[in-house]
C-alpha cells in the first residue's frame, strides 16, 4: 500500500508547510507605522547596533525601520537595481560603487530639509562623495579611522618605552625595544579570506597620505602615480623596514611569511599576552579583544591606563593625516516617510545617537554630533581629528580604485610579505590599471 | 547471447565482485571514508572547544587537552542578524524548503506522465525543450525574476500580474518558493520522466483495457512505481535548497532570511567570530541529516532507476 503511504505523507508535508508558514513570524508593521526598508552591509551585532541607533527615533515617529544586511551588499545590490527590485534607502560602505549607482539615475536627489543638514553639518571632503553634477544625493552616516597603532600601555611602561610623535621615532622605538627583549616586537595579520592582504594595503596607503600628502594621494587613487612612481615605492621600502624585517616581526606568530597566514584579527592574541608589542590596525580592532587573554588568563581591559591601547600613527611628514573610510545613505524612494528617515540620518541628534549605542564604537564626521557623549577617549579623539577643519581625510586608497587594482595590491601584499621582489610586485600591481 | 559469452560476462561479474571484496579494497574503502570523515570530524570537536582553544590549536590537541563546552552553540542559538535569530532562520529555512521541495515534485510529475505516457503531437520536442533549459545557469535568471515580482507583466496594455511588492526587502516568502520552482522544474521533469518511462507499456494498457482513465493511472499506477525516484529527487532538491544561499540572498528580506545567510553572516563582519562557525554548520546539517536518513533507503534505487533508462 505504497501509494497510501505516499499520499498521506505528501498530504501531511503540505499540511506541515501550511502551518509553518501560518506560524512564522513575518513580523507585520504595527498598522498604522509606515514602513522603510534599509539595505545594507553591517550583519550580525555590527548591523544589529545600526538598527539601535535609529530605534528610539523610528519609534517616536511611529515608521518601522526594516533593516537588511546583507555581506554581499555590493555585489548583490547591482543585481537588484539592475531588476527593479529597489529597497528605500540603501548604505553604501564606499563612495566609488555608490556614484556609478548614482549615475545610473535611480537614486532620489536630497530634499531640501535633508540637503540643508548635509551641507551644515559635512566639510567639504565629505559631502563631495556624495555629489554627481553638482547634485547631492548621499548622507555621510558613520566614519571609520585607520592608521592606529595597538599597544601594551603596561608593557610599554616596563620598558620605559614613550609613545612616539614621529615615524622617525617610530623607527627608534622599534628597534629599542627589540633590542632590549631580543624578540620580534610588531605583530601583523593579513589573513582575510578572499581579501587576504588589505591590512597591508590600508597601512601602505596610510604612509602614502603622511609622507607624500592628499595630492599625491589623489592621483594615485585615480592611476596617475603609478605604483612603480617613487612615492609609493618609498613607503614600501620603508614599511619593508618593519614587516620584511625578521628581527622585528611576526612576534607571537613565527616568521615573516607567517604574516600571511595569520588571520588579521588573532593579532589580538598575542598583542594581549604581552607577547607582540604594536601592531597597526583600524580603531575596530577594539572588538577583537572578547576572545583574547592577558599573561594571567583574564580578559585584556582596553582603556589608556589599562592592557591594551593605542595611538595615532605618528605623522611621517609633519601635517596630521586621517585615512578612514565611511558608510553613506542614498534613498531609491522620494515617499515622504523615506525622506522623513534620511533627514533624521544627516542630522547632528543621529550622529549623537550612533556614537551612543551601546557596546558599538561608531564615530562620525558629522559636526552636529555631541562628542562629549563618547566616553571613549580614543573614539573621541578620532573623532575631533575628523571634524578637525586642517586634518586631511581620505579614504582608503584601495576602496576608492577600481576593485580590479584593489584586488591586484591585495595578491601584491601577500607576495610582498612572501618575499617576492618588491621592485616585481609593484609592476603585478600597476599592471592591473590595464584590465578595468 | 551465447553460451560461451554467458560464461564468460559470468566469470567477469564473479572477477570483479572477488576483486572488490579483496583485503586491499576493503582497506582502500576504509582509507577513503577516514580521509574524507576526518575534516567533519575535526569540525565536529572544534564546535565543543572554548573559542581561545579553537583560535589558539588545532582540534586534534583535544585529545591532550580536553575542554568541553557548549558555549559555542549557545552563543549561536542567540546569534542575531538583521533582526531574527538563527532559531528563527531555522523555522525559516523549514518554510522555504518545503514548499519548494513540495511544489517542483508535484508539477514535475505531472508534466513527466503526461510527457511519458499522453500521446500528442510534439511532446518529444517538449521534453526536449524542457530538458535544455537545464543549462540556464541561476545567475542569468536574477535580473528577469527580479523585475517580474516588482514590476508584474503587462501585455499589450493589460496588466497579467501584478507583482509580489514594492521589493523584495518588504514581501514574503512567495518569490523565493516560486524562483527555486523554476529552477528545479527542468531537472524534475527529466529525472521523474526516465521514471515514470520505465514503466511496461504492457502494464499500462492493461489498466486501460480495465477501464482507467489517466488520472487513475497516475494515481494508483504511475505514482506508486515512481516512489524511489520521486524519493531520491526529493533529497536532492531539499538539500539543494536548504544549502542555497545566492536565492536567498537575493530575494528574501532580512526576517525571511534561511539559516544559509545567517550562518553567513555568523562570523562577523570582520570575521572575528569565525570560531561560531563550527557549532553553526552542525546546527545547519542535523536538518538534511534528517533527511537523508529517513529517505536513504530510496536514494541508491531512486538514482539507478533514473540513470538506466534514457
Not at chain 1, 532620489?108 to 540637503?115: C, E, G, N, R, S
Not at chain 1, 609609493?232 to 618593519?242: P, R, V
Not at chain 2, 568541553?68 to 518554510?95: C, H, K, P
Not at chain 2, 518529444?124 to 507583466?153: E, N, R, S, W
Amino acid at each position: 500500500m505504497a501509494k497510501r503511504y505516499l499520499t498521506l505523507g505528501l498530504a501531511g508535508l503540505i499540511v506541515a508547510t501550511m502551518g509553518l508558514a501560518a506560524c512564522t513570524p513575518d513580523t507585520p508593521p504595527a498598522k498604522d507605522n509606515l514602513v522603510v526598508t534599509i539595505y545594507g552591509t553591517p550583519t550580525g551585532s555590527e548591523g544589529a547596533q545600526w538598527e539601535a541607533s535609529w530605534q528610539a527615533w523610528a519609534a517616536a515617529n511611529e515608521i518601522t525601520i526594516q533593516y537588511t544586511g546583507d555581506r554581499d551588499f555590493t555585489t548583490n545590490i547591482s543585481t537588484k537595481i539592475q531588476g527593479n527590485d529597489l529597497p528605500d534607502i540603501a548604505v553604501f560602505p564606499q563612495p566609488g560603487l555608490m556614484k556609478a549607482v548614482i549615475e545610473d539615475g535611480k537614486v532620489k536627489p536630497l530634499d531640501a530639509v535633508t540637503l540643508g543638514s548635509v551641507t551644515q553639518n559635512f566639510s567639504a571632503d565629505w559631502q563631495s562623495y556624495g555629489t554627481v553634477e553638482g547634485e547631492q544625493y548621499a548622507v555621510p552616516l558613520d566614519a571609520s579611522a585607520k592608521g592606529y597603532i595597538w599597544y601594551s600601555p603596561k608593557k610599554f611602561a616596563e620598558l620605559n618605552a614613550t609613545i612616539p610623535t614621529t615615524w622617525a621615532e617610530l623607527m627608534t622605538l622599534t628597534d629599542t625595544l627589540a633590542t632590549q627583549t631580543g624578540a620580534p616586537v610588531w605583530c601583523a595579520g593579513f589573513n582575510s579570506g578572499d581579501a587576504s592582504g588589505w591590512p597591508g594595503t590600508d597601512q601602505l596607503a596610510e604612509y602614502v597620505l603622511s609622507a607624500s600628502g592628499g595630492a599625491v594621494y589623489d592621483q594615485w587613487v585615480d592611476g596617475t602615480v603609478k605604483f612603480t612612481d617613487k612615492p609609493i615605492a618609498d613607503a614600501f621600502t620603508a614599511m619593508g623596514k618593519i614587516l620584511l624585517d625578521p628581527k622585528y616581526v611576526n612576534a607571537g606568530f613565527g616568521d615573516v611569511a607567517s604574516i600571511n597566514s595569520t588571520s588579521f584579527g588573532d593579532v589580538t592574541i598575542p598583542l594581549a599576552s604581552g607577547q607582540c608589542l604594536m601592531t597597526n590596525q583600524a580603531t575596530f580592532l577594539a572588538g577583537f579583544f572578547a576572545d583574547a587573554k592577558t599573561a594571567d588568563g583574564e580578559t585584556p581591559v582596553v582603556a589608556e591606563d589599562g592592557d591594551i591601547w593605542a595611538f595615532m600613527m605618528p605623522p611621517v611628514a609633519g601635517t596630521p593625516s586621517v585615512m578612514g573610510g565611511g558608510d553613506f545613505a542614498v534613498a531609491f524612494s522620494d515617499d515622504p516617510a523615506v525622506a522623513k528617515v534620511m533627514a533624521y540620518l544627516a542630522s547632528g541628534d543621529y550622529a549623537t545617537s550612533l556614537i551612543t549605542v551601546d557596546g558599538a564604537s561608531f564615530i562620525t564626521a558629522n559636526k552636529g554630533v555631541d562628542i562629549s557623549k563618547q566616553s571613549d577617549p580614543l573614539l573621541a579623539q578620532a573623532m575631533e581629528v575628523l571634524i578637525s577643519p586642517t586634518t586631511i581625510f581620505r579614504f582608503g586608497a584601495g576602496d576608492a580604485m577600481p576593485s580590479v587594482v584593489q584586488q591586484a595590491w591585495w595578491k601584491g601584499m601577500v607576495n610582498w610579505i612572501n618575499g617576492v621582489d618588491q621592485a616585481e610586485v609593484l609592476e603585478q600591481i600597476q599592471a592591473a590599471w590595464a584590465d578595468i | 547471447m551465447s553460451i560461451t559469452s554467458v560464461a564468460n560476462s559470468t566469470r567477469r561479474v564473479k572477477k570483479t565482485h572477488k576483486a572488490l571484496s579483496s583485503p586491499w579494497a576493503t582497506a582502500g574503502a576504509i582509507l577513503i571514508a577516514v580521509v574524507w570523515t576526518v575534516p567533519t570530524f575535526g569540525l565536529f570537536v572544534s564546535s565543543f572547544r572554548p573559542a581561545a582553544d579553537i583560535t589558539t590549536s588545532g582540534w586534534w590537541t583535544f585529545f591532550t587537552n580536553p575542554n568541553v563546552t557548549l558555549n559555542n552553540y549557545a552563543q549561536t542559538l542567540d546569534f542575531v542578524s538583521s533582526g531574527v535569530t538563527i532559531r528563527q532562520t531555522l523555522v525559516n529555512s523549514l518554510t522555504i524548503t518545503i514548499p519548494a521541495a513540495v511544489i517542483p515534485i508535484t508539477l514535475a510529475l505531472l508534466i513527466a506522465y503526461a510527457l511519458a505516457w499522453i500521446d500528442f503531437r510534439g511532446r518529444h520536442v517538449v521534453f526536449i525543450a524542457i530538458f535544455t533549459l537545464q543549462i540556464v545557469p541561476l545567475q542569468m535568471l536574477l535580473v528577469p525574476l527580479l523585475k517580474l515580482y516588482t514590476g508584474g507583466v503587462t501585455l499589450a496594455g493589460v496588466q497579467i500580474f501584478s507583482g509580489l511588492g514594492a521589493n523584495s526587502l518588504g514581501s514574503g516568502f512567495a518569490q523565493v518558493w516560486i524562483t527555486h520552482t523554476m529552477s528545479a522544474l527542468p531537472l524534475a521533469t527529466f529525472m521523474l520522466h526516465n521514471a515514470l518511462a520505465t514503466i511496461p507499456g504492457e502494464v499500462m494498457e492493461a489498466a486501460q483495457i480495465d477501464g482507467a482513465g489517466h488520472g487513475q493511472i497516475f494515481l494508483r499506477l504511475a505514482l506508486p512505481l515512481a516512489v524511489p525516484t520521486i524519493a531520491s529527487y526529493a533529497i536532492f532538491q531539499f538539500l539543494w535548497v536548504w544549502n542555497d544561499l545566492l536565492i536567498a540572498t537575493i530575494f528574501t528580506s532580512g526576517r525571511n532570511a534561511p539559516i544559509t545567510k545567517t550562518l553567513a553572516d555568523l562570523s562577523g563582519v570582520y570575521g572575528q567570530q569565525w570560531y561560531l562557525l563550527t557549532a553553526g554548520t552542525f546546527l545547519a546539517i542535523i536538518v538534511p541529516l534528517c533527511v537523508f536518513f529517513a529517505l536513504q533507503r530510496f536514494f541508491v534505487r531512486g538514482l539507478l532507476a533514473g540513470a538506466t533508462k534514457g
